[in-house]
Every structure is written in structure tokens, then in C-alpha cells.
């Protein structure tokens, strides 16, 4: 039985046996014996203080949960009563007047009683009776509703039985003044919202009679107009509540179940009425997921509670710096430590002490074995700022259900840091020279100690709140224990911190210290490996070769987005998702034919399946295992639908589809990944199994919830329940081969978030730079050198400005803006402003709305970066293209960009070289680093800006000033827009999704806060375990030699030393040869049609005269005899290169790149040379095709110096890879007339002539080179 149905038959019980003991008070009374209320009233009383005890036993302590049985209670009170005086001739009449009801009761007879004036005093005028009458009874429906929120009655839910209950009152005084009298008025109370619907379902419940009486047909047509009638009802009561401005599905929970329950009295008069009652199936029940009730306090009361705590804190801190200190147990010395946590450090999370009092454990256990190669305690600041505190910081770590950054034995774990505050040093010290071992934590402890701090000081401190807390959490089982996290007798005790004078906490790092925004610090591998240089000994990096993977390019691709892409990627066809066939005449059919089409054909599917499995031969796991994942859905279909028809239950086709498709697919898809035998699959697989389907929804749906309004909110939790379900059943159907599993120990699901939280620190990324550039300096071709220097830009970006790989590459022009460089003009070392708008583009989709954002590279990148990213963007905008800015990628070089592939395999080798295998670094690293470094940066100390960035403390003043302004700077203590920002600059809609997956130094951010604050004990207590010869009260915070004795063998947590940057190197992007700058910048420059070409033709470079005569003596019958000479070139018009220039950028083709000369070997050189030679003397360009004229003496032999084949072959070690060269005629056929060989180029991708397009290109390498021209 459930817990309510007990707590109710308890109830009624103890109600019945109060009635009892009130009729034995009675019996024997005279009526007019005094005495006789007041012992009824005290009855009651007694019973009502019984019963509050008994709920508070079964946890139901506040107002809000009690309320429903308290008023359970009443009403069935108050049935016996009537009972009773209906019974009874001369009962006596039982008033308890500390009854809620009894009290609407009199104040309901009250108003009938002005109603009944009203009627007397406006007779005859009826609309002035109705309007008065009906204020009556609002003022009076007003009255009872601040009567019930006096009572702390102050919800609709909680008050809907009490107005019910007034409106039955009225009714039935009404309808008793009615039938004493033919002539009373006829009160009409329009307001009476539980009398209509009663009303309604009357007249509904009369309908389904007459549904009933009229079909003759089978009881399965009578049961389907049965429920579409209630349906009906259902649709126009739903319409009815909210013109009633019930607008909530808690405001009209109650009227709906009064509708349900009208509906069940009609039921049970029928079935008493007739003779042969027609068995009515429907039992209308609606489910609502009420959810738990939660305590919210007012501002003021949060207030009042945060200046409670600050109190307490005072007070522990005078107990703790006077000379009365004593800690004469290990119990109390433990409690001192915990409170100093909790008030000192602001950690007030149950599970967060218990690790933490485990790792001071693990720590002297490690310093007795002297093996402490990662210590715990680390300082947050370099050592080298002696004139300051510097606060030690304990790494620890705990067990978390579904969110952390660490596996150990199954269970994930989060990473924390917390300030070992110096009391707690203190009462650690005091604990150890107790002799006393530190014995493992666990809840109860933690509680029992604190506790016993608290009852000793329960004189001095006003903790009595917190004693009887503490006390009725330690009354719960352990397991009970384990699972409470935020402990309520400290409840927003980080309030005592925010408002402390001395402090600057604000929100965002209040909520990190209560653990209610997640986040996870780095783990101590981790740590070591970004801060502590555990990198390879230098004499290592020397001796690494510089491993260079193959380039690796693709075509840049607009983004295709289809749907139910995983599935489309399995070889077999999975005919469980046939479609369902239509057969004919569909629309004729009725439901039930429809759902029995559907079964026949997952039966006939079901068949093929089994015979399909039985033909199968050999180890076929995959789609053996897919057939068998078939099966078991198919099985488990039938056996919902064989369990609806024993139970009498009615389970919809559409209810069983939507089971399916909540989790069909995920499953089949995830099932084909499993490389071994489906039936010998063990528990663990099965529970990688869940999680995967499970993680996989609950990802699909954060993403469209992100990017659409749709509401998605609940289809992971759908699918758990499902799954839940399926398992159930495949282990009642295949117990030998469907284990149990632990995947469902819960009744909720929770998607396990597990945090790659890897940090790249200033000095490795310095590292990366520098292997980057020994990479680029052995690099043997020049592709491969200007791809490498693009790979450092996109790691420079990414370390930066925090973005996605697929937002790097697929950058476009579009998204830069800044006008200097977008005007293609250099601005020298001048200043320019130079932004990123992130947005969707043809060649990425980026993962949310909020991902659409806009980044300011001057904030944030330093002066050499900031000079490489513009020389780089400089050089692009200059570039001709015949593509919309919004579609040339940035990073695109003739038309190739690195595969996404290269880049990950790229970043594994060079973080492989500078730490080691399996270091889990991968692209997105760069993204933690940035979200981290700009928090630290916008939000951090100067100390904690030099010891974890690379920033000077000047930078980080002038991007703030740059990003926030001076109003910013002036409040920057507590100011909260610099998370919005920093949650905006990620992609992210709010700063707990950016805290959750990236940021992982919130834990320090927030103990900097806290910190500088004095920590003052008496110096006899100092003198008493220190052996030190204090004569004044010493702060442990600020005094060099307590801190020295403590922190003497620890390591800062970040950088220790100043790094010594790395500049960014010189970069040459020119995959094209010089040439093409010296004369596409001529094309540029003289465009002025009066600028005449014989006035300029001496100031130009010696190239751009050879391409103006070779272009017009390609393309101009008149110039194919010219021979060249400068004189010449100065009498030929420009507009000849111009049209060849624009022939090739006008060209909607892929640009190609030729091989580079300089790449050739000498004897090849040759060839090139002697090629190019022919096709300046001799080449004409006609159309789309070079033409060469073959002349032939008597003896028919040719005329030519120079052979087609040298040619030809000559030309091929200059083309790219994918381009071929095809000739016609040749060799000459003499019979023909023409004796022209037509040379073209054809583009093997596409299969399209490209000659145009390369003509420009072979004239850029024909004019570079003297020889040719001499």
C-alpha cells in the first residue's frame, strides 16, 4: 500500500474513534448542561495535535504537506456529523468551532441571511436582487479566502475543498429555502464554479445513457462513443476554466478532479437505478505530476536568515581568538575544523566536508610514507609576491551521481578546490598533536561533530535552530544520509559572506560555493600537466623528430543536415520501420480495423524476421544482432497489447508507437555498434548501452531546445521510462542472456555529464607554438608551409576567442568585419578594429541561437598576435575571388582548407611530443582555456591574473575598460555582467552552462573573494601548540611564520615564474608566384581609363611589360607576329590583360594552383622552360583553346624548331594533380585542310575545360623568367 493510502486509512480510523469518544460525552447529558461544547471542542484539539505529531513523524513537517490530510480529516468529520443528525431524532447539535469548515459553515448561513434582506428590502426589483445578492456572495467568497490564508491555507489546490464546501452550503441552504415555500425568490448565484460543472457532468452522463439506449451495434462502438462523449466534455471544460482565468494546470487541477468525481456519483446512481446496468468501462482519471514543494523565501527573509549566519560567524570567530579555546576531544577538534569550513571557507555541502575531511586524511597518510609527488595544498599566487597573503587551496575530490571529471571503480567524481582557511590549519595541528587518528568520514560524523561544537557553545551562541536541525537529520538512516548534499541548518549561509564588510563575494561565485552551479576544477594529473611543467626534460624535446603528417585537403562543402542520418549509415534494411501499408479503402474502415492492420503486419514482419535469423550462417553478430533487437521489440508489442486485453486496460496504437519511437531507433543504431553477440552481452555493456541511448536523446533535445521553441524538455525522462519497461521485460522473456542492470536504480533520469576539463596554460601553449614552427620551418614544400602557418592562426583563435574547430574552419569573409581591411587598404602598424560575428553560413551550422555571437579580437589577443591576424586578413580581403564574401572560407587556400581529420591528428602529435601518449588534449582543450583565461582575465586579481594567464595586469585593465567601460571598472567587485558576457562570448544562453562544461577555476575566483579576512587566535593558544613566544593576538592570515610552518613544502597552483613569450613568427601566405602581386596590384591601380598607358609603361616593373605584350600576342590576331621588345610593350593598351585577368576571376570554376618551379629538380626545370618558350612564341589563344600553326616543306616535313611532344610534356609537370592535358590533330593529318594543333585543359572532377582559367597562370610563371625573354 502506498504511503498516502496509509496516512488516510490512519486517518479515517482515528477520526471515527474522536466521533466516538464526542457521542460518549454526550450520552446521558442534558442539553442544556454546561460544559458540553467546551468538551468537544478539547476532544478535538487533542485528536488535532495527535494527528499533526503523526504526519510530522512521516515526514510531512511543513504547512503545504500536512494541509491536504488536515483537511481530509474534517470533511470526514464532518460527514460522520451529518450522518449523525440525520440518524438521530434528537441529536445534539455538535459545533467545533476550530473546525475550518464549521466556520465557513456559519459565515455561508450569515450571508444567506443577507440575502434574504436584500430580497425583502428590493422586492419586486429582480435586477437589482441578482446584482446585490451576487456581491453578497463574492465579498463573502473574498472573506473566506483571507480567512484560509490566515490559516496558511494560501494555494488554489489547498483552498478548492473549503470553496467547494461553501458553494454545497449555499446550495443546499438554498434548496431547503426553496422547498419550505412555493413563493421564495429563486436566488440565482452565477458564481458557483462546482455546481456548474456538476451540472455539466449531469448532462454529459445523461448523453451516454442515450448513446447507450440508441446503438445496437458491438460494445466496443458503444465504449468508443462513451469516451469520445467525455472527451468532448473534457475539451469544453478545459475551454471553461481557462475563461475563468484558471490559466494553470494547478489552478484547474481541483476542478477537474471535482469533474471526475461528479462523474463517478452519476456512474454509481446508474448502476443502483437499473435493472440491467450497461457496464460502463471509462473511469476518467487525469494524471498530475505535481512537483515536490519547495520553500521559497522572500529577499527579506533570506536577509534575515544570511544575518543570522554572520552572527553565528562573529561569534565562533571570538570563541576561536580567545584564550578559553579548548578542543579536549578529537570529535570537537573535527567539529572546530568543519564550522571553519563552513564560515570561513563557505562550504556548506554535506558531501563536500565528508571528502574533504577524507583527503586530510589521504594527505597524512601520503606524508608518512613520504610518497607525495601531487600534494593537496597548494597556494593560489606565485611565490615570489611575498607582501601579500597567499591562501592555501586543498584539491579534493567527490563522488557525484551524474556529473564530474573523473571515473574511479564506476562511479564518477568532481574536482573541487576549497580555502584551507588558517583555522583549519590550526585545529588540524591541535588534532594531530592530540595523537588521535584521522579516522574515515562519513555524513554522521561530519553531523555529530559539528554538533557537538554547537551543544558546547549553545550558551554563547543563539544556535538553537541549527542544534534541533542537526538533530532531526541525524534521526535519518545512513543511506538517507549519504544522499543529502545541501545541509539546512546553514542554510544561505553564504549570505554571511556576501555581506560582509571586508568581502566582495558576488552571486555567480556565492552559488559556486554552495556546489548549486556545477562545475569541476582540474584533476591533479591534470593540474600537473598545465601548470606544474611535468612536461618532457628539454634534452627530450631536442631528441623528438618533428613528425610531419601527410597534408591532408578537402573542398570546402556547404553543410547537408538530413534526417535520421545514423540509421541511413547501417548496411541492412530494418524492416521494423516499413511503413505501415494503406489498404484499400482506408477511409471506410474503423479504428479497431486500422489497429488490427497494423498488428497483422508487425506479425507477418515478426515471421520474416525468425526465418531471416534461421538462414543466417557464421559469425554475423551485426546483423544477426539487429534481427534479434527486432525481435525483442516486436515481442515486447505483443505482450503490452496481450497484457491491455487480461487487464481490462485500453492501450492505444498510437500509445505504443509513441513507446517506440521515444527509443526504436537509438536502440537499433547503438546495438549495430556492438561488435559481439547480442545474446551473450554482459551487464556492464548493457549499461553502456542505456546510457549512450539515453545521453544521445537528452543531447538531440538540449540542442533543438537551444535552436528551436520547441519543447523537448521531456524526452529523455519519456524514453528512460520506456527503456525501463523494455528491460523488464526482455529479462521476464530471456532471463539466461538479459542480466540486471543498475541503469535503472532510479526513478528519474539524470544524462551522466562527464567534463573534459583539460586547461592549455600559458607556457604550453607556448610549447605548441614553438613545435608549430620547427614543423614549418622543415617543412619541403611551400603547400605545406603556408597550410602549417594557417593551422597556427586557428590555434591562436581558438586559444583566444574560445571557438569550436567547425567554427574556425568554417569562417568566412563575410563574418569579418573591419572596414580598413575590407577596403583593401595596409595599414602599416596602425591600430584597426577587427571583429568576428559568428553566425550560420553554407558551410557550417553553428550548435544553438546562442552560439550567433560577436567577438572583439582587439580585446583580447596581444600586439604580435593581433599584427599576424590582420597581415593575414589583409592578405585575403587583397585576394581576387569570383565568390560572395559570405562564401570564401578564410582559411581557404585555392580552394582547399585542412581537413577537420588533420587538424585532430595534428593537435594529438603535437601535444603527443610535448607531454606524452594519452595526455587527452584534443582541439576543443583550446576552448577550456579561453572560457578559464577571459574569467581571469575580466573577473580575477592582478595576482591571479599574472599567476594563470599570460596577460600583463595592464591588458587585463584595458580589456576591461575596452568591454565594460569605467562604470564597469569602478563596481568590477560585484558587478554580474561580466558573466553574462562571458557566457554570451562561449555561445552559451546562460553562465551555468559555460560553468558546467568549461570554466574550471570558479572554485578559485571565489576563494579570492573570501580570503582577506582576519583569522585572529589568542597567543596563548598559538603559544600552546606552536611553541612560540607571542605576547599579542596574532591574524594566522598575515603572519609570515605560521604561514611559513604550513606551507613550506607546497607548490603554487599555476605559474610560479613570468613566462617568456613567444612571438608569433613572419608569415608568407603567397602560394602563387611574386609575379601575381606585382601585377594584380598594377590592375588595381591603373583602372582610370585617362590614365594613358605610353605615360606610366617606364615607372613599371619589367613583369608587368611582358605580361602586357604577351597577353595581347595570345589573344589579338594583329600582335601573333609581334616579337618583343620593351618599346613594343609601351605602345600596347593594358585592356588585353585586363580581359585575360577577368576571364580567369569571372570563372565559376574551382581555381587551380600549378606546381611550384622552385619545387622541380633541375633536369625538369629544363623541360618547364623549353615548354613556357613554345608557348610564348608560338601559342595562340583562341576561344577555350591554345592553337599551334604546323608548317611543312616540299618533303612534307615541318618547318618547326621546336617538337609538340617537348611540349606536352614540358606543360604536364606544371599542371595540378587532378587537371589533364588533351590535344586535337595530332599528329597532323595532312589530308586536312586546317594544320592547327588545339591544345586544351580539361578539369577531371569536373570534367570541364579550364583553359581560360590556367592561361592567366601560365602567363604569371612565363614572365618571372629572363631567360625566356632574352
Known amino acids: 500500500m502506498a504511503k498516502h493510502d496509509v496516512i488516510a486509512a490512519h486517518i479515517g480510523e482515528q477520526v471515527e474513534l474522536t466521533f466516538q469518544q464526542m457521542l460518549q460525552s454526550i450520552a446521558g447529558r442534558k442539553r442544556s448542561t454546561t460544559g458540553i461544547d467546551e468538551g468537544l471542542e478539547k476532544i478535538w484539539v487533542d485528536f488535532h495535535s495527535a494527528l499533526k505529531k503523526f504526519l510530522k513523524n512521516h515526514k510531512l513537517s511543513t504547512v503545504t504537506l500536512r494541509a491536504p490530510y488536515l483537511q481530509q480529516s474534517e470533511a470526514y468529520f464532518f460527514q460522520l456529523k451529518e450522518d449523525y443528525r440525520s440518524e438521530m431524532q434528537e441529536a445534539y447539535p455538535i459545533k467545533i468551532m476550530s473546525l475550518i469548515y464549521e466556520n465557513i459553515k456559519q459565515k455561508v448561513e450569515a450571508d444567506f441571511s443577507k440575502m434574504s434582506e436584500a430580497i425583502k ?488 524476421l525468425k526465418a531471416k535469423k534461421a538462414a543466417l550462417k557464421g559469425d554475423n553478430y551485426k546483423e544477426s544482432n539487429l534481427i534479434e533487437a527486432q525481435l525483442r521489440l516486436l515481442d515486447w508489442i505483443f505482450y503490452l497489447r496481450k497484457e491491455e486485453k487480461e487487464n481490462g486496460k485500453k492501450l492505444k496504437l498510437s500509445s505504443i508507437k509513441r513507446y517506440l519511437s521515444s527509443f526504436a531507433k537509438d536502440y537499433f543504431f547503438h546495438i549495430y555498434m556492438y561488435d559481439d553477440d547480442l545474446e551473450q552481452m554482459n551487464a556492464e555493456y548493457y549499461e553502456q548501452l542505456y546510457t549512450s541511448i539515453l545521453n544521445g536523446i537528452d543531447e538531440r533535445a538540449e540542442a533543438q531546445r537551444e535552436y528551436t521553441d520547441t519543447r523537448t524538455q521531456g524526452r529523455a525522462q519519456y524514453a528512460f521510462g520506456r527503456l525501463k519497461d523494455f528491460h523488464a521485460f526482455c529479462q521476464k522473456r530471456y532471463p539466461e542472456s538479459v542480466p540486471a542492470v543498475s541503469s535503472f536504480q532510479y526513478n528519474d533520469f539524470q544524462r551522466i555529464q562527464f567534463c573534459q576539463a583539460k586547461l592549455i596554460s600559458p607556457q604550453l601553449f607556448i610549447q605548441l607554438k614553438k613545435r608549430v614552427i620547427q614543423k614549418i620551418e622543415a617543412c619541403s614544400t611551400e603547400k605545406e608551409k603556408v597550410h602549417l602557418q594557417l593551422l597556427l592562426l586557428m590555434y591562436l ?111 594529438r602529435l603535437l601535444f603527443d611530443e610535448i607531454i606524452k601518449p594519452d595526455h587527452g588534449y584534443t582541439f576543443h582543450s583550446f576552448r577550456h582555456s579561453a572560457a578559464n583565461h577571459l574569467a581571469i582575465a575580466w573577473l580575477g586579481s592582478k595576482e591571479m591574473v599574472m599567476t594563470y594567464t599570460d596577460y600583463s595586469w595592464q591588458q587585463a585593465k584595458s580589456m576591461r575598460k575596452h568591454l565594460f567601460g569605467e562604470q564597469a571598472i569602478r563596481h568590477e567587485a560585484v558587478i554580474q555582467h561580466k558573466w553574462r558576457l562571458l557566457a554570451d562570448w562561449m555561445g552559451h544562453s546562460s553562465i551555468e552552462q559555460t560553468a558546467s562544461h568549461y570554466l574550471h577555476t570558479l572554485d578559485l575566483l571565489a576563494i579570492e573573494r573570501i580570503y582577506n579576512t582576519p583569522c585572529v587566535v589568542h597567543p596563548a593558544v598559538l603559544n600552546r601548540h606552536y611553541d612560540r613566544g607571542e605576547t599579542e593576538a596574532v591574524d594566522l592570515n598575515r603572519d609570515r611564520s605560521y604561514r611559513k610552518c604550513f606551507e613550506s613544502d607546497h607548490r603554487v597552483l599555476a605559474i610560479d615564474h613570468k613566462v617568456q613569450p613567444c612571438p608569433m613568427p613572419k608569415m608568407q601566405f603567397e602560394l602563387k608566384p611574386l609575379s601575381y602581386k606585382v601585377i594584380h596590384t598594377y590592375l588595381n591601380t591603373y583602372q582610370d581609363a585617362e590614365i594613358q598607358a605610353p605615360q606610366i609603361v617606364d615607372k613599371l616593373h619589367i613583369w608587368v611589360k611582358r605580361a602586357l605584350w ?109 587537371v589533364q592535358l588533351q590535344y586535337d590533330n595530332y599528329p597532323v593529318d595532312l589530308t586536312q585542310k586546317s594544320r592547327e594543333i588545339h591544345v586544351y585543359f580539361i578539369d577531371q572532377n569536373s570534367n570541364k575545360n579550364i583553359t581560360l582559367s590556367l592561361a592567366f597562370d601560365f602567363l604569371l610563371e612565363a614572365v618571372q623568367h629572363p631567360s625566356l625573354w632574352e
Open 121 to 608: 428590502k428590493h422586492q419586486g426589483n429582480t435586477l437589482e436582487i441578482d446584482s446585490e445578492i451576487e456581491k453578497i456572495w463574492v465579498d463573502c467568497q473574498a472573506e473566506i479566502k483571507a480567512f484560509l490564508k490566515d490559516k496558511k491555507i494560501a494555494t488554489v489546490a489547498l483552498r478548492a475543498p473549503y470553496l467547494q464546501w461553501a458553494e454545497d452550503c449555499l446550495i443546499k441552504r438554498k434548496e431547503a429555502d426553496e422547498s419550505a415555500s412555493e413563493d421564495v425568490y429563486l436566488i440565482k448565484i452565477p458564481s458557483t464554479i462546482y455546481h456548474q460543472i456538476a451540472q455539466q457532468v449531469a448532462f454529459t452522463f445523461q448523453q451516454m445513457k442515450e448513446a447507450i439506449a440508441g446503438q445496437k451495434d458491438s460494445q466496443q462502438e458503444i465504449d468508443d462513443q462513451i469516451v469520445r462523449i467525455w472527451a468532448d466534455f473534457a475539451k469544453e471544460l478545459e475551454t471553461f476554466l481557462r475563461n475563468k482565468d484558471f490559466t494553470t494546470r494547478a489552478k484547474r487541477k481541483p476542478y477537474i478532479k471535482h469533474s471526475e468525481a461528479s462523474f463517478l456519483a452519476c456512474l454509481e446512481q446508474y448502476q443502483n437505478e437499473e435493472q440491467q446496468p450497461y457496464p460502463i468501462k471509462l473511469r476518467p482519471t487525469t494524471l498530475f505530476s505535481d512537483p515536490p514543494p519547495r520553500q521559497i523565501l522572500s529577499t527579506e527573509a533570506r536577509l534575515r536568515l544570511g544575518q543570522q549566519h554572520f552572527h553565528i560567524a562573529r561569534g565562533l570567530k571570538a570563541y576561536w581568538r580567545s584564550e578559553t579555546l579548548q578542543m579536549p576531544t578529537a570529535q570537537q577538534c573535527l567539529g572546530h575544523l568543519y564550522l571553519s569550513l563552513i564560515y570561513c571557507s563557505g562550504c556548506s555541502d554535506l558531501t563536500q566536508l565528508v571528502a574533504i575531511g577524507n583527503r586530510l586524511l589521504e594527505e597524512e597518510k601520503e606524508k608518512e610514507k613520504m610518497s607525495n609527488p601531487l600534494s593537496g595544498y597548494l597556494t593560489l599566487y606565485r611565490s615570489d609576491y611575498k607582501k601579500i597573503t597567499n591562501p592555501l587551496v586543498l584539491s579534493y575530490s567527490m563522488p557525484h551521481r551524474y556529473y564530474g571529471n573523473e571515473i574511479k571503480d564506476k562511479m564518477i567524481y568532481q574536482w573541487r578546490h576549497v580555502w584551507f582557511n588558517p583555522y583549519a590549519q590550526l585545529f588540524l595541528h591541535i588534532l594531530k598533536q592530540q595523537a588521535e587518528d584521522l579516522q574515515p568520514q562519513h555524513p554522521r560524523k561530519v553531523l555529530e561533530a559539528i554538533l557537538s561544537v554547537f551543544e558546547n557553545l549553545k550558551k554563547q551562541l543563539k544556535v538553537s535552530e541549527q542544534i534541533s536541525a542537526l538533530k532531526k537529520i541525524l534521526r535519518s538512516e545512513d543511506q538517507d544520509l549519504i544522499e543529502i548534499t545541501a545541509l539546512k541548518p546553514f542554510q544561505h549561509v553564504n549570505l554571511a559572506l556576501e555581506i560582509h564588510p571586508d568581502l566582495s563575494l558576488d552571486m555567480c561565485l556565492s552559488e559556486v560555493l554552495q556546489n548549486h552551479l556545477k562545475t569541476v576544477s582540474l584533476t591533479a594529473e591534470d593540474q600537473g600537466v598545465a601548470w606544474f611543467n611535468t612536461l618532457k626534460p628539454k634534452t627530450d624535446l631536442v631528441k623528438v623528430e618533428h613528425g610531419i603528417l601527410p597534408l591532408e585537403t578537402e573542398t570546402a562543402k556547404p553543410v547537408a543536415i538530413t534526417a535520421h542520418q545514423q540509421l541511413k549509415e547501417l548496411p541492412f534494411e530494418l524492416e521494423f520501420l516499413e511503413q505501415e501499408r494503406a489498404p484499400v479503402g482506408k477511409n471506410k474502415q474503423s479504428q479497431r480495423q486500422r489497429d488490427e492492420q497494423q498488428f497483422k503486419q508487425w506479425r507477418n514482419i515478426r515471421t520474416r
Open 797 to 907: 583563435l581558438a586559444y583566444r576567442l574560445g571557438c569550436r574547430l567547425n567554427e574556425i574552419r568554417g569562417l568566412t569573409l563575410g563574418e569579418i568585419i573591419c572596414p580598413q581591411l575590407l577596403w583593401k587598404d595596409d595599414p602599416g602598424n596602425q591600430t584597426v578594429a577587427i571583429r568576428i560575428i559568428l553566425k550560420n553560413n553554407v558551410y557550417r551550422r553553428l550548435k544553438s541561437q546562442n552560439a550567433q555571437r560577436q567577438l572583439d579580437l582587439n580585446a583580447v589577443l596581444l600586439d604580435d598576435e593581433l599584427q599576424a591576424v590582420k597581415s593575414y586578413l589583409l592578405h585575403c580581403f587583397q585576394q581576387p575571388n569570383n565568390k560572395k564574401a559570405n562564401e570564401q572560407l578564410v582559411f581557404e587556400i585555392g580552394g582547399e582548407i585542412l581537413s577537420e581529420l588533420y587538424i585532430s591528428q595534428m593537435t
Open 1110 to 1218: 604577351l597577353a595581347a600576342k595570345w589573344q589579338v590576331p594583329l600582335f601573333s607576329k609581334l616579337g618583343w621588345n620593351l618599346d613594343n610593350a609601351a605602345s600596347i593598351e593594358k585592356k588585353y590583360l585586363s580581359d585575360l585577368y577577368d576571364k580567369q576571376i569571372k570563372n565559376k570554376l574551382k581555381p587551380k594552383s600549378l606546381q611550384l618551379f622552385i619545387a622541380l629538380k633541375d633536369l625538369l626545370k629544363e623541360k618547364v622552360l623549353s615548354a613556357l618558350a613554345v608557348l610564348i612564341q608560338h601559342g595562340k589563344l583562341r576561344r577555350n583553346q591554345f592553337c599551334f600553326q604546323c608548317r611543312f616543306d616540299a618533303q612534307q616535313k615541318p618547318k618547326m624548331d621546336w617538337k609538340m611532344q617537348d611540349f606536352i610534356e614540358g606543360m604536364q609537370l606544371l599542371l595540378p594533380e587532378d
